[in-house]
């Protein structure tokens, strides 16, 4: 897997990589960007989300109909001192839909232990809640 970045003046890079979509990266106003693009660190809390989005929907195929809507958060807690990587990420799922607790729980645990390769490839510390239709659900 490769991606391709250009700068493109500024703070502004523009990534391409095997699939041909663009994203468009830029740093905030405070580190003399003009924030026209998503910062690199929302990027890897956009592709933690994605990637582990991408395995529940995957596991639980059968079960789609069921859920109206799902949401994940992805909450990340930085380090103050340089370099300022992630210590914890929390993820929050929201989900909408007749579907029992028990198997988002165990698709959500199968992602986390078996499938998402961008939480294998963090150090921070991953944490997981379930809001179930409005109501918080805690792990079994």
Known sequence: MKVMTTWNGKRLFTSVGDSGYPVRMDATPKYGGDGTGATPMELLLAGLAGCIGIDITMIL????????????????????????????????????????????????????????????????????????????????
């Open 61 to 140: 195929n059968s079960f789609l109909e069921k859920i109206t809507s799902l949401e994940i958060e992805a909450d990340g807690t930085r380090k103050e001192q340089n370099p300022s990587g992630f210590t914890a990420i929390e993820l929050i799922f929201r989900v909408e839909g007749d579907i029992p607790d028990y198997q988002i729980w165990k698709a959500i645990q199968m992602g986390k232990e078996k499938y998402c390769a961008v939480s294998d490839s963090l150090k921070a510390d991953i944490s997981y809640r379930l809001i179930l239709n409005g109501q918080e659900v805690f792990q079994p």
